[in-house]
């Protein structure tokens, strides 16, 4: 059974930093690509990073303008998401995904991913 985990959501200053974190259970974590979205209340899931299962290719969401970085520990079976400079627009419950099939080269849309983690609410004040 494939588990995704977020964790590090929370409330945060504008200009502020926080970093998320996925834990995946039930598959070899270094095969799968990886994935962080964002939804807003009415509003469909964004891609906010994807990154591949070797770490070597990574892709942002336009609106991510180099503030964010997605990483991965193949040895923790964990991927992370970096985010500075957060403005309140960036508010939003932030979930992983994981791809059913290995070795994806690039997915950005959430119909490409059939894993999805629980969410973490991100909250940035003004």
């Known amino acids: 059974q494939v588990q995704l985990v977020e964790s590090g959501g929370g409330l945060v200053q504008a200009g502020g930093s926080l970093k998320l974190s996925c834990a995946v259970s039930?598959?070899?974590?270094?095969?799968?690509?990886m994935a962080w979205f964002r939804q807003t209340p009415g509003k469909e899931r964004e891609v906010v990073a994807f990154?591949?299962?070797?770490?070597?290719?990574?892709y942002y969401g336009d609106f991510v303008k180099g503030r964010f970085t997605i990483s991965r520990d193949n040895t923790k079976s964990t991927v992370y998401l970096q985010m500075n400079s957060l403005q309140p627009e960036a508010t939003a419950v932030y979930f992983c995904?994981?791809?059913?099939?290995?070795?994806?080269?690039?997915?950005?849309?959430?119909?490409?991913?059939?894993?999805w983690g629980q969410g973490t609410q991100v909250t940035v004040a003004s």
């Open positions: 039930g598959r070899t974590f270094s095969s799968y690509s």
């Open positions: 990154i591949n299962w070797s770490g070597g290719s990574t």
């Open positions: 995904a994981s791809p059913e099939d290995a070795f994806y080269s690039v997915a950005y849309h959430s119909h490409d991913f059939a894993y």
